[in-house]
């Protein structure tokens, strides 16, 4: 089994930053490829951006492009997602999500979710 734990959401006004963690227990950190999604009240759950096992390939969202990047720690089994320039459209909740083998943008390949961290951007 494997646990995520993600941290860092917050209330920000529109054109600042957040930085989300993601803390991975339980088994091998970089067995997994691990991405971000988001889901607005109402909304489907989006892709945000995924990077893999080795941190050789990454994917942003066409939407968060040039403002989100994510990144991984293998020492620390540690995912973030530095958000920088937030807009009001940007209000979710943010999940942090692990999958084997290769690197994915759809939700429904992950294996394994946390619980989610609210991030809110005031216009």
């Known amino acids: 089994q494997v646990q995520l734990v993600e941290s860092g959401g917050g209330l920000v006004q529109a054109g600042g930053s957040l930085r989300l963690s993601c803390a991975v227990s339980?088994?091998?950190?970089?067995?997994?490829?691990m991405g971000w999604f988001r889901q607005a009240p109402g909304k489907e759950r989006d892709f945000v951006a995924a990077?893999?096992?080795?941190?050789?390939?990454?994917y942003h969202a066409d939407s968060v492009k040039g403002r989100f990047t994510i990144s991984r720690d293998n020492a620390k089994n540690t995912v973030y997602l530095q958000m920088n320039s937030l807009k009001p459209e940007a209000t979710a909740v943010y999940y942090c999500?692990?999958?084997?083998?290769?690197?994915?943008?759809?939700?429904?390949?992950?294996?394994?979710w946390g619980q989610g961290t609210q991030v809110t951007v005031s216009s």
């Open positions: 999500a692990a999958k084997g083998g290769g690197i994915a943008r759809m939700y429904q390949r992950y294996d394994y």
């Open positions: 339980g088994r091998t950190f970089t067995n997994y490829a």
């Open positions: 990077i893999s096992l080795s941190v050789s390939t990454a």
